[in-house]
Nanobody, 121 residues
Framework: QVQLVESGGGLVQPGGSLRLSCAAS????????MRWFRQAPGKPRELVADITSGGSTYYVNSVKGRFTISRDNAKNTVGLQMNSLKPEDTAVYYC???????????????WGQGTQVTVSS
C-alpha cells in the first residue's frame, strides 16, 4: 500500500511564505509525475503545479513567479514553496503522484489527505 502525507500548512499573512511538503511511503518502485492541487470552498479542485521525475515543471498562471515545486526522487518527496501569498491562495492543498509499486506493471494515482493553507490578516 502507498501513502502520501502532506505537512506545512497553516495561517499566514498576505505577502508571507509557506512551504508544503509531501512524503510518499510504501512499496514504491517508481514515481512519475507528482502534483499539487488545491481546493477552495465552493470551487473545483485545481492543479497548481506538477513536476516530472526528470524535473520538468508546470505552473498554473495564477502562481507563476510566486510558487516553486521541487522533488527529491531518492526520498520520494515533493515540496511546494509558496511566496508572496495572497488571500485567494487560501485552500486545502493536496499532493498527488502517479506511482508504480513493486510487482505492478502500471502506475496508479494516489492522493494525500490535504493540508489547509489560510492567507489572512
Amino acid at each position: 500500500q502507498v501513502q502520501l502525507v502532506e505537512s506545512g500548512g497553516g495561517l499566514v499573512q498576505p505577502g508571507g511564505s509557506l512551504r508544503l511538503s509531501c512524503a510518499a511511503s510504501g512499496s514504491i518502485f517508481s514515481i512519475n509525475v507528482m502534483r499539487w492541487f488545491r481546493q477552495a470552498p465552493g470551487k473545483p479542485r485545481e492543479l497548481v503545479a506538477d513536476i516530472t521525475s526528470g524535473g520538468s515543471t508546470y505552473y498554473v498562471n495564477s502562481v507563476k513567479g510566486r510558487f516553486t515545486i521541487s522533488r527529491d526522487n531518492a526520498k520520494n518527496t515533493v515540496g511546494l514553496q509558496m511566496n508572496s501569498l495572497k488571500p485567494e491562495d487560501t485552500a486545502v492543498y493536496y499532493c498527488n503522484g502517479d506511482i508504480r509499486t513493486y510487482g505492478s506493471s502500471r502506475s496508479v494515482t494516489y492522493w494525500g489527505q490535504g493540508t489547509q493553507v489560510t492567507v489572512s490578516s
